[in-house]
């Protein structure tokens, strides 16, 4: 099980636990439901539904405007003393009846049940003809073991979250649990990555703030689309959420989003269409790690489509340190975390198929203006923490008061939906420096980029390509030169890099040109000092 990261910008999983917030609810009439007799199992066809309250998106607003004016006040937990006994072990024997399903057209939802990593309840409602019903929490919806703790949770205990699933009921194809944390399965099917809400002082010094969904309102919006409303609290905002979901078989899953914010306090760092990855360790830092497999992550890098229509690629580091990288522009046409290596070969774990994991890519649908995509990276020895996050962060913070809308498009791929005229990196090594069988030259390492796509195609040696690289002051390039790699269709840049002693983080800059035109997408490479001091 994911394990919540303990420092003070810890990075939650899709299953966590954060501090809860909730929203107090006008009284809903409950459905009576005769209990089953002991030892027999309760005929179902659904769950119980309460009375019906009118209810859209603006109404949704209008409560998170109305939420904002007013203090924060959290949720206590509910009989803490029994959710701390359903433990990982006595959650995962709790399983969601499939004839229980709440029915959103031809897609089933299903529910999540409370536990010690899941304790504040959200609220689910079913929407229909402008009306909500609030589905009513009961034990007969679960299949138990009958010493099971949670036998002993009060009738109006709640849900954790739910999950979409295919109308065939053997897979689910999203879900949301914990904090406002959502994911999918991708073209792949293979979990991997979360996308959250919001994020909030991720990676500042003041700790990092976790906003809930605490209410969804599902709705059929037919074409096999579901749409998901959501309202958000947490001590520095309040906000309304439309999503509407809609599963591709082969291709993924596309959701446009809506949000609009409203602000009870000042945010330092605001974090806009938040992606929540993991990146342990991969070719270009192999040395860090001692596990027996090749490569282990969920992501490879962050890809950005600059709002001039510059193609982006950072590859991602495990850095000893946690280490902010920010990238300015306006109007940007997209950004995403990005898994490319999809050869098996590279991870060999055939249990959590890395090679499968998601590529999530962020579309903005309406201007965003000026801001800076920011990716946080932080240290970690293990896969079972996520260590990256990548988000827009607008360039005005916002202050107690602020509204602020947003509306992005989310592409669950193998492949981001984005038109790659020039070639595309394919690899990121490091190493020792100089020449091997010859004597190592001190405070000198090795950067090897692979590149390929159809811009490259056909080109030889002849025709003129050349490694343009670029790196900070003091900071020396060594024999850069680019050729063919023999049996593919890459092409290989390479080139020394001396730092002196001293030198902290080195941020590098590269593509590969033909008579002064790129043919390939900028390579933003990040070279650490530890990274350095492990390879003079």
Same mark, same amino acid.
């Given at each position: 099980m994911p394990t919540v990261r303990p420092t003070a910008y810890r990075l939650l999983t899709s299953v966590l636990f954060a501090a809860a917030t909730s929203v107090a609810l006008a009284p809903l009439a409950s459905a009576d439901r005769v209990p089953a007799p002991p030892g027999t199992t309760p005929a179902l066809s659904g769950p119980v539904l309460a009375a019906p309250a009118a209810f859209s998106y603006d109404v949704l607003a209008a409560r998170a405007a109305a939420l904002a004016a007013q203090p924060y006040v959290p949720t206590p937990v509910h009989q803490a003393d029994v959710l701390q006994k359903i433990d990982y072990d006595e959650h995962w024997k709790i399983r969601f009846r499939p004839e229980a399903s709440l029915m959103l057209g031809g897609t089933p939802a299903q529910f999540f049940h409370l536990g010690t990593y899941f304790r504040q309840p959200v609220k689910i409602f079913l929407v229909e003809d402008g009306a909500a019903r609030e589905v009513v929490y009961n034990t007969d919806y679960f299949d138990m073991p009958e010493d099971s703790p949670a036998?002993?949770?009060?009738?109006?205990?709640?849900?954790?979250?739910?999950?979409?699933?295919?109308?065939?009921?053997?897979?689910?194809?999203?879900?949301?649990?914990?904090?406002?944390?959502?994911? $999918?399965?991708?073209?792949?099917?293979?979990?991997?990555?979360?996308?959250?809400?919001?994020?909030?002082?991720?990676?500042?010094?003041?700790?990092?703030?976790?906003?809930?969904?605490?209410?969804?309102?599902?709705?059929?919006?037919?074409?096999?689309?579901?749409?998901?409303?959501?309202?958000?609290?947490?001590?520095?905002?309040?906000?309304?959420?439309?999503?509407?979901?809609?599963?591709?078989?082969?291709?993924?899953?596309?959701?446009?989003?809506?949000?609009?914010?409203?602000?009870?306090?000042?945010?330092?760092?605001?974090?806009?269409?938040?992606?929540? $990855?993991?990146?342990?360790?991969?070719?270009?830092?192999?040395?860090?790690?001692?596990?027996?497999?090749?490569?282990?992550?969920?992501?490879?890098?962050?890809?950005?489509?600059?709002?001039?229509?510059?193609?982006?690629?950072?590859?991602?580091?495990?850095?000893?340190?946690?280490?902010? $990288? $920010?990238?300015?522009?306006?109007?940007?046409?997209?950004?995403?975390?990005?898994?490319?290596?999809?050869?098996?070969?590279?991870?060999?774990?055939?249990?959590?198929?890395?090679?499968?994991?998601?590529?999530?890519?962020?579309?903005?649908?309406?201007?965003?203006?000026?801001?800076?995509?920011?990716?946080?990276?932080?240290?970690?020895?293990?896969?079972?923490?996520?260590?990256?996050?990548?988000?827009?962060?607008?360039?005005?913070?916002?202050?107690?008061?602020?509204?602020?809308?947003?509306?992005?498009?989310?592409?669950?791929?193998?492949?981001?939906?984005?038109?790659?005229?020039?070639?595309?990196?394919?690899?990121?090594?490091?190493?020792?420096?100089?020449?091997?069988?010859?004597?190592?030259?001190e405070n000198q390492i090795k950067v090897v980029v692979d590149f390929e796509g159809p811009a490259l195609d056909g080109l030889t040696r002849k025709d003129g390509i050349l490694p343009e690289v670029s790196a900070p002051e003091g900071v020396e390039l060594i024999n850069p030169y680019v050729l063919p790699v023999v049996g593919t269709d890459r092409w290989r840049m390479v080139f020394d890099l001396k730092a002196p002693p001293g030198t902290g983080t080195v941020d590098l800059r590269a593509y590969l040109a033909r008579d002064g035109k790129p043919l390939t997408e900028t390579w933003l490479g990040q070279i650490h000092p530890d990274q350095i001091d492990r390879l003079r």
């Open positions: 036998h002993a949770l009060k009738p109006d205990a709640g849900f954790a979250g739910f999950r979409l699933m295919r109308p065939d009921m053997k897979s689910d194809w999203i879900s949301f649990l914990g904090a406002a944390y959502f994911r $999918s399965d991708g073209a792949l099917k293979q979990y991997g990555l979360s996308a959250r809400g919001i994020a909030l002082n991720t990676g500042m010094s003041v700790p990092e703030e976790f906003p809930r969904f605490t209410e969804f309102y599902l709705e059929p919006a037919g074409d096999g689309r579901t749409v998901v409303n959501a309202l958000m609290d947490g001590p520095s905002v309040a906000g309304a959420y439309r999503m509407v979901l809609r599963d591709r078989p082969g291709q993924g899953q596309v959701m446009d989003i809506t949000a609009k914010l409203f602000f009870r306090a000042p945010v330092e760092r605001l974090g806009i269409a938040p992606l929540t $990855s993991m990146f342990w360790y991969s070719e270009s830092n192999r040395f860090q790690s001692a596990d027996w497999r090749p490569e282990v992550h969920d992501t490879d890098g962050l890809m950005i489509e600059t709002g001039s229509g510059e193609h982006i690629w950072r590859p991602l580091n495990n850095p000893d340190r946690v280490v902010t $990288s $920010s990238y300015f522009d306006r109007d940007i046409k997209g950004f995403g975390l990005i898994q490319r290596d999809r050869d098996f070969d590279n991870y060999q774990d055939d249990g959590v198929f890395y090679d499968k994991r998601p590529a999530v890519w962020v579309e903005p649908t309406s201007p965003w203006g000026a801001g800076a995509v920011q990716l946080i990276e932080i240290p970690t020895d293990d896969e079972i923490f996520d260590n990256i996050v990548a988000f827009w962060n607008p360039e005005t913070a916002p202050q107690a008061g602020d509204e602020m809308d947003f509306s992005y498009r989310l592409h669950w791929t193998a492949t981001p939906p984005v038109e790659m005229k020039l070639a595309h990196t394919v690899a990121t090594r490091i190493g020792n420096g100089g020449v091997p069988g010859q004597p190592r030259p």
